[in-house]
């Protein structure tokens, strides 16, 4: 006579679907030894159907995040190549976190896993703009250019204050130092504000074009004190105001640069000569002192330059290099007791450098240095006798606050560290996004 267990075990074989080995040894309390075959083949079947459907699911769901990164990844190429172009403020696309819900109906126990986490596609980091923010502008040059189809307008005041001190010799020396004759100091003290409208037009996400109308207001003033000989203090003031020089500039970005890598901009300025020139105002004949003030150099110039950016977070770096061609002019005039035929002014080597800290998102800060080397000017083809090269050395800081989205604030400071620079130069700019 059969027991139960072996007559189990017999239909098993028999039925050739499923061998279930038990013990000998189990114990009757055992849930697989109270199921009978039908049973066990219908959960097996049901379980192999739930595994295929979940297979399918996880399927499909694996389909859905490939699509999502593969938007994603193309989000990011977008911002990448506008963030390429140090231009004006870049605005990003906006960033937003791609979140691919799993199916609900797959369980994370069945498959082993730990619960699939909400947000599979993570936005990237912010890229870092080489906006106002970053950089607080304090050379003439902006650092950043404008993206296509913005247009930025740009008011800002400037002044600047200089002063010096000319010792003037009239004649001879019988021993070192001990001077036979007259001996005159003249202090000259010059304020120089200028107000000027400047509009940037970005053409393309590469490329910009700026034009500058400025205003000038200026008065000098000359103080001459005689240290021998006999004589008065005088004391001679020039005013003027009209016109400066109306310039037009234009930026390309040459390279796609990116954190870590520089980004290069050449630039072309032409300065006009729209202003009333030095040698366009009256001069007292008793004096030889201006009767009033030039607004601008009465020269045109045409200065090709080129800019280098490096970000390095938390920095960026800036510094371009500058050459002015300042274009003779024949001017075919009795200035005081002394003819001028053509003038060529001296041309000029120009070269600034700096770094600017973003403090947060909507204010930084800027520090650089900018030289400038002056060549001696000549007059009819010959050199003007005792010209010399001059030297134009400022130190410079600038703070930059973003008030709003389309508006920012920057203020600079320059200290003169040479003789021929003005002593200090303030300049408020507020460029806006129209």
């Not at 000989?229 to 003027?240: I, L, P, Q, S, Y």
């Not at 009465?298 to 090709?304: A, K, L, R, V």
């Not at 800027?366 to 005792?386: F, W």
Request: hydrophobic residues 40%; charged residues 15%; proline residues 6%.
């Amino acid at each position: 006579m059969f027991s139960h267990r072996t007559k189990a075990l017999a239909r098993v074989c028999l039925s050739g679907a499923m061998i279930v080995v038990i013990p000998a040894y189990a114990d009757e309390t055992t849930p697989v030894e109270k199921m009978s075959l039908e049973q066990l083949r219908a959960e097996s079947i049901k379980l192999k159907k739930e595994l295929e459907e979940q297979e399918h699911q996880l399927a499909a769901y694996k389909k859905a995040m490939d699509h999502a990164l593969q938007a994603q990844q193309q989000r990011i190429d977008e911002m990448q190549s506008q963030s390429t172009q140090p231009g004006n403020p870049v605005k990003p696309a906006a960033q937003s976190a791609v979140k691919i819900q799993p199916p609900s109906s797959i369980s994370p126990v069945a498959t082993g896993q730990q619960a699939a986490p909400e947000a599979v596609g993570v936005a990237p980091e912010k890229p870092k703009e080489m906006n106002q923010t970053q950089i607080a502008q304090i050379f003439d040059q902006p650092g950043v250019l404008t993206p296509k189809g913005s247009l930025v307008f740009e008011p800002s005041l400037q002044y600047s204050y200089y002063s010096t001190n000319q010792v003037s010799i009239v004649g001879y020396s019988i021993i070192p130092a001990i001077v036979i004759g007259a001996i005159n100091v003249s202090n000259v003290n010059s304020s120089i504000l200028i107000g000027t409208a400047t509009a940037r037009y970005g053409v393309t996400n590469r490329f910009e074009v700026e034009a500058d109308v400025p205003y000038v207001v200026r008065s000098d003033s000359t103080l001459t004190r005689p240290l021998a000989g006999t004589g008065n203090n005088d004391v001679f003031g020039a005013h003027g105001h009209s016109l400066g020089d109306i310039q037009f500039a234009a930026r390309y970005q040459l390279n796609d640069g990116g954190e870590e890598k520089p980004y290069y901009i050449g630039t072309l300025r032409v300065k006009t000569a729209t202003g009333i020139g030095p040698f366009d105002v009256s001069i007292d004949p008793v004096t030889n002192l201006e009767t009033s003030t030039p607004t601008g150099s009465g020269f045109y110039t045409i200065e090709p330059g080129m800019t280098v950016i490096y970000p390095s977070d938390p920095a960026v770096f800036f510094g371009s290099l500058n050459y002015m061609w300042n274009i003779k002019r024949n001017i075919d005039r009795t200035v005081g007791t002394q003819y001028f035929g053509t003038v060529d002014p001296g041309d000029a080597v120009e070269f600034n450098f700096g770094m600017g800290f973003a403090l947060n998102e909507k204010a930084a800060f800027s520090l650089g240095y900018d030289h400038i080397v002056v060549g001696r000017d000549m007059v009819n083809g010959a050199v003007v006798p005792l010209s010399q090269v001059t030297q134009l050395a400022t130190l410079l800081l600038g703070y930059s606050y973003r008030i709003s989205d389309k508006t920012t604030i920057n203020l600079s400071v320059g200290a003169g560290l040479t003789q021929a620079t003005p002593g200090v130069q303030l300049t408020l700019r507020v460029p806006m996004d129209l």
